[in-house]
């Protein structure tokens, strides 16, 4: 790698570093778009002299599935964001590469492309195929001690001049600044989006933070739970039951999802999720929950446990609840309660998706079949429960004997 030098800078040259540093510590960090502050930084940096071709910043962030997110900004194209996930840190992407030095050794990388040797880094290799002569990769300190990375790239034919390096290496710390706040909120959201769920995550940012701040919404309510849960625990190992739930709460997730829902809470082995009412009335909210539920019984085909589903539609409260210090993000309320004993009918009876009253007066005539009236636990009376079937009956059968319409998919009596 080629040494550091520093040198000397005119007043004027001063004065642009004084005012660029003063851009990021200022409007940048208040700006909190990372998209716009490598943009402007690249940008700045270039009416500055320095022959800037290419700038990735790469930062950590605390999520699930991914183990870095960043930004890419050239002259041809608009800066956007990338993201990294977790496996790519067990491949020949990151290892031995200039990020992971980088991160890793918390020390500056610098190469000329135009003197590479043939068994340099594949990222090297392809920049330099690409007309890139020098490059440099410059750790960007969070006040937490956590190191980010940025990496600059020139096609000049004599790549970075020392003034340029100098120029960099004193923007680090304002650099640092501009995007810590950015790269901590994105983390915050991300973490609440993985616990939480994005709407819920959403109000928590905003600040919806205190006990008792609650959320009332009109919405349909879909509680879907695993059947024989207790033995499959006692005999399973803990990895295998640990993959068992993984495997369904990913597919009820995904379902959900698809159908414009919110996973509220994962409760044991259950799934507590909402569509929310919109102006077209509750029709489109219960629909859209049917066909949720008909999408993970799609799924049973690729390994999944079974399980059962109950759906019901009124007021969900749902917020910060708890002690003075100690709160969870959670749904009350009597259409809560509903759901929860309908849950328990289905596993009763032997149906696999049932409804309340409620729900089955929303859905087509033809959707739904009374199982009788039930006292529910905690609720006054007796309750019509119906069992769900769908208004569409030509799905082809997968087992040919005709069963696998949606209508017996939502039965316990298919195969499939």
């Known amino acids: 790698m080629v040494p550091f030098h520093r040198t000397a800078a005119s007043d004027a040259w001063r004065r642009q570093r004084e005012e660029l540093a003063a851009w990021l510590i200022g409007p940048a960090r208040l700006s909190g778009d990372a998209v716009a502050v490598t943009s402007g930084l690249a940008q700045r940096l270039t009416a500055m002299g320095v022959p800037l071709h290419r700038l990735r910043i790469g930062m950590r962030v605390d999520n699930p599935l991914l183990t870095a997110w960043g930004i890419i900004w050239t002259p041809e194209t608009a800066a956007e964001i990338f993201t990294i996930p977790h496996a790519v840190l067990d491949t020949s992407a990151y290892i031995g590469s200039p990020y992971q030095h980088v991160m890793e050794t918390q020390t500056w990388f610098r190469q000329r492309l135009d003197q590479l040797e043939p068994e340099g880094h594949t990222v090297l290799q392809e920049l330099a195929n690409a007309g890139f002569t020098d490059y440099l990769g410059v750790p960007v300190t969070f006040g937490n001690g956590i190191i980010q990375a940025a990496m600059f790239a020139t096609r000049h034919a004599s790549g970075f001049a020392e003034n340029h390096i100098t120029?960099?290496?004193?923007?680090?710390?304002?650099?640092?600044?501009?995007?810590?706040?950015?790269?901590?909120?994105?983390?915050?959201a991300s973490l609440l989006a993985t616990f939480l769920g994005e709407g819920p995550a959403a109000g928590v940012q905003a600040g919806a933070i205190r006990r008792g701040n609650?959320?009332?919404?009109?919405?349909?309510?879909?509680?879907?739970?695993?059947?024989?849960?207790?033995?499959?625990?006692?005999?399973?190992?803990?990895?295998?039951?640990?993959?068992?739930?993984?495997?369904?709460?990913?597919?009820?997730?995904?379902?959900?999802?698809?159908?414009?829902?919110?996973?509220?809470?994962?409760?044991?082995?259950?799934?507590?999720?909402?569509?929310?009412?919109?102006?077209?009335?509750c029709s489109s909210a219960c629909a859209a929950a049917v066909r949720a539920?008909?999408?993970?019984?799609?799924?049973?085909?690729?390994?999944?446990?079974?399980?059962?589903?109950?759906?019901?539609?009124?007021?969900?409260?749902?917020?910060?609840?708890?002690?003075?210090?100690?709160?969870?993000?959670?749904?009350?309320?009597?259409?809560?309660?509903?759901?929860?004993?309908?849950?328990?009918?289905?596993?009763?009876?032997?149906?696999?998706?049932?409804?309340?009253g409620t729900f089955a007066s929303a859905l087509p005539g033809t959707s739904t079949r009374t199982i009788g009236?039930?006292?529910?636990?905690?609720?006054?009376?007796?309750?019509?429960?119906?069992?769900?079937?769908?208004?569409?009956?030509?799905?082809?059968?997968?087992?040919?004997?005709?069963?696998?319409?949606?209508?017996?998919?939502?039965?316990?009596?298919c195969p499939g």
């Open 167 to 188: 120029l960099i290496e004193d923007l680090a710390v304002p650099l640092s600044a501009a995007l810590e706040a950015i790269a901590m909120r994105r983390s915050t």
């Open 214 to 281: 609650i959320i009332e919404t009109e919405a349909a309510i879909l509680l879907t739970d695993m059947r024989g849960f207790t033995p499959l625990s006692l005999t399973a190992s803990p990895s295998d039951l640990l993959a068992t739930l993984g495997r369904y709460f990913e597919a009820v997730v995904d379902a959900v999802r698809a159908e414009g829902g919110d996973v509220l809470k994962f409760v044991g082995d259950g799934v507590l999720s909402i569509f929310r009412v919109s102006d077209d009335g």
């Open 293 to 356: 539920a008909s999408r993970v019984l799609a799924a049973r085909a690729e390994d999944l446990p079974p399980f059962v589903a109950a759906l019901h539609a009124g007021s969900v409260m749902y917020g910060n609840i708890g002690s003075r210090d100690r709160l969870d993000f959670t749904a009350v309320g009597p259409a809560v309660n509903m759901v929860s004993r309908l849950e328990g009918i289905a596993k009763a009876t032997g149906e696999t998706v049932v409804c309340s």
């Open 373 to 413: 009236r039930f006292e529910l636990k905690g609720l006054v009376g007796e309750h019509e429960v119906f069992a769900v079937v769908a208004d569409q009956v030509d799905r082809p059968c997968s087992h040919g004997v005709g069963c696998c319409n949606i209508d017996a998919r939502l039965s316990p009596t």
